[in-house]
């Protein structure tokens, strides 16, 4: 071959590493990829310094060419080393300044090289043979080599490992690009094991960019680095749930192990590169996701051997070096069942609603009944004698006490339902105080308390009757149940912005710090025993904080103990009648 031939394809090979350069170069923010553009920028300078040092005549100048070769050389392994320590997922092991002494070893070495003419370390002998430079190394430099050339040959050793623990589909691919990748670290063992071979040997070398080129179509044919890249985990293939990746086009792409065998149950054979619209005809909101590429979720219903099965699947654009719409990401999840746990609790809540209803109706009237009785022969227990005087007022403090847990309870259960709702109207907060103060007056007069509803007449709240009445009810038989025979008890009311504050003042036995602090937690259901031995269950108040939370307000309380206790609640105002 002519100098002039040989010259053309070298220029042509430099050429083709230069479009491979700008290529991996795009995806340079990719796991490793930045220390492949130092390989390759390397390379191409040492492509470049046989080149020149061919077309040179000059002793001194093929030396510089030389040198400049082994500094390239050099340079290129702390690359390798750092690209597959990074592609094999590592890079968090290394810190930065390991990296920066990593790439100083070899620079220092490189340094040795420039400045060999004095220092004699690299290079024994150095001629011209025929125009071509020969040399010969002395047993530093041979030593340093063969590190290098170990070093190598462990990052093929993890690279071949790599591209094993991949997809079938590109394992084999893989395979050929780092087949190629060899050519020309074999080249470099030749030169060093025989070195009459290197006047030939070395023009070879830059001819490897032709192989560069097969590398660049295997890697565009497979779209090494692009949508779906080769640095593939086999976490993948162990993930319980099915990932399927489509492009642009609506082409399948990419998908786990897991979707391959979900697919393959339901009749299709191969996956990849098939079109979505024939994968996912039967569910159309999933496959408008898809075709979209817009980020979603739907529930699907597949027969899978005679099984019903339901799915969650999850749709996610893919976006590709900032560049939007370059195809979707499914994944699908098995919800199964997850759905019938939550069928069964539906029907449970439906039960438990039945029951609740029955309860309602067959326990709570009685009770009604049976209180209303007792409050006509409380109201003429003057026409009883002692004996009987006594039986009527334990039983009438026996059936107020199972009527209010009763009710507290049931309203309790009525709270926690999600679908609750309540009733909110216009009412007159005197006129409500007023019932609930009839309601309990038997209780009140019996420990000839003073009860005084200082609420005026005019003053409005927003609120559900039932839940309102509620909470001022329990509010009161705490306030009675905890004051001394012959107290007094006052209901006030005080109009703040949009919210009415009610409170219930007491002169009773008060609480102390740790009492206050515990009265509205929600597993304290222990109730103390009134001035009167008056037993309770705690109730009460759990269920008035929630009514008054579920209405728009808050609760509090103020409190010291043998001073008496106020407790305070909001309710949207009405202004004033």
């Not at 025989?194 to 779209?223: A, D, H, R």
């Not at 705490?478 to 025979?485: D, Q, R, S, Y």
């Amino acid at each position: 071959m002519s100098s002039t031939v040989e010259l053309v394809f070298m220029i042509a090979s430099l050429i083709m590493m230069g479009i491979i350069l700008i290529y991996v170069y795009g995806f340079r923010r990719e796991r490793g990829v930045y220390y492949l553009v130092g390989l390759i920028v390397c390379r191409m300078v040492y492509s470049s310094s046989i080149i020149l040092e061919k077309n040179s005549d000059l002793l001194m100048e093929k030396l510089i060419f030389r040198n400049a070769q082994h500094t390239a050389l050099n340079i290129m392994v702390p690359f390798a080393v750092l690209f597959v320590y990074q592609l094999v997922g590592r890079n968090k092991l290394l810190k930065p300044l390991w990296k920066i002494i990593v790439f100083a070893i070899f620079s220092l070495w490189s340094l040795l090289v420039w400045f060999d003419p004095k220092l004699h370390v690299i290079f024994r002998t150095i001629e011209l043979n025929n125009g071509n430079l020969v040399t010969t190394k002395t047993i530093y430099s041979m030593t340093f080599t063969m590190i290098c050339y170990s070093l190598v040959i462990v990052c093929i050793y993890f690279l071949f490992q790599y591209i094993r623990s991949i997809r079938n589909d590109f394992r084999k691919p893989g395979m050929w690009v780092l087949l190629l990748s060899m050519l020309p670290f074999m080249i470099e063992i030749m030169r060093f094991v025989n070195p009459e071979w290197s006047s030939w040997l070395l023009s070879l070398t830059v001819y490897c960019g032709f192989t560069g080129t097969l590398m660049l179509v295997i890697m565009l044919q497979i779209k090494f680095f692009s949508t779906v890249p080769i640095a593939r985990s086999i976490v993948l293939d162990t993930l319980q749930e099915s990932i399927v990746t489509a492009n642009a086009a609506g082409r399948i792409i990419d998908s786990n192990k897991r979707a391959i065998d979900w697919f393959t149950e339901m009749g299709y054979e191969a996956v990849f590169g098939k079109n979505i619209s024939e994968l996912l005809d039967a569910w159309p909101e999933w496959l408008k996701l898809c075709k979209s590429m817009q980020q979603g979720n739907v529930e699907i219903e597949v027969l899978l051997g005679g099984e019903r099965k339901i799915y969650s699947v999850n749709v996610y654009p893919l976006h590709m070096l900032r560049r939007q719409g370059q195809g979707s990401i499914s994944l699908i999840v098995d919800i199964t069942e997850k759905q019938r746990h939550l069928e069964q609790i539906a029907q449970l809540n439906q039960l438990k609603d039945q029951l609740f209803t029955i309860v309602s109706h067959d326990i709570r009237s009685p009770l009604a009944l049976q209180f209303q009785l007792i409050e006509l022969l409380e109201e003429d227990r003057e026409r009883f004698d002692k004996e009987h005087r006594d039986i009527i007022e334990t039983l009438g403090d026996q059936i107020r006490h199972t009527l209010g847990m009763t009710n507290n309870l049931l309203e309790w259960f009525r709270s926690q339902r999600e679908d609750m709702a309540l009733r909110p109207q216009m009412l007159q907060l005197h006129e409500v105080i007023e019932d609930c103060c009839q309601m309990l007056h038997i209780s009140y007069e019996a420990k000839h308390i003073r009860m005084n509803n200082a609420v005026a007449l005019e003053t409005l709240v927003y609120a559900d009757r039932e839940a309102l009445g509620l909470i001022i009810r329990n509010l009161l038989s705490n306030a009675i149940k905890f004051t001394e025979t012959g107290g007094f008890i006052q209901i006030l009311a005080e109009v703040s912005e949009d919210m009415v504050v009610v409170s219930v003042r007491d002169d009773g036995v008060g609480m102390d710090e740790e009492q206050v602090r515990q009265l509205f937690a929600d597993k304290q259901l222990n109730s103390l025993t009134g001035t009167l031995g008056e037993k309770g269950t705690g109730l009460g108040l759990l269920v008035s904080r929630q009514f008054v939370e579920r209405s728009g307000g808050r609760i509090w309380v103020e409190s010291q103990a043998g001073e008496g206790s106020i407790f305070h609640f909001t309710m949207k105002g009405g202004g004033k009648s």
